[in-house]
């Protein structure tokens, strides 16, 4: 499966979710793609973001 480029309004768009608490998968649904691409770029980007399992604990 071949990687779509982030363009910039997404980078903003991940950066506001960040901001308002939402969670990997919930990030992930928003932005049209896999909670691991969303890791990736939280990491590159310095954000930090929680996944649904681990808010439980």
Do not use: C, N, V, Y
Not at 6 to 13: G, P, V
Not at 23 to 49: F, V, Y
């Amino acid at each position: 499966m071949a990687r779509r480029p982030w363009s910039f309004k997404e980078d903003r768009r991940l950066m506001e979710l960040a901001k308002s608490s939402a969670s990997l998968e919930q990030a992930a649904k928003a932005l049209g793609r896999s909670p691991d691409a969303i890791k990736r770029m939280a990491l590159r980007l310095g954000l930090s973001l929680k996944s649904k399992a681990a808010k439980k604990t």
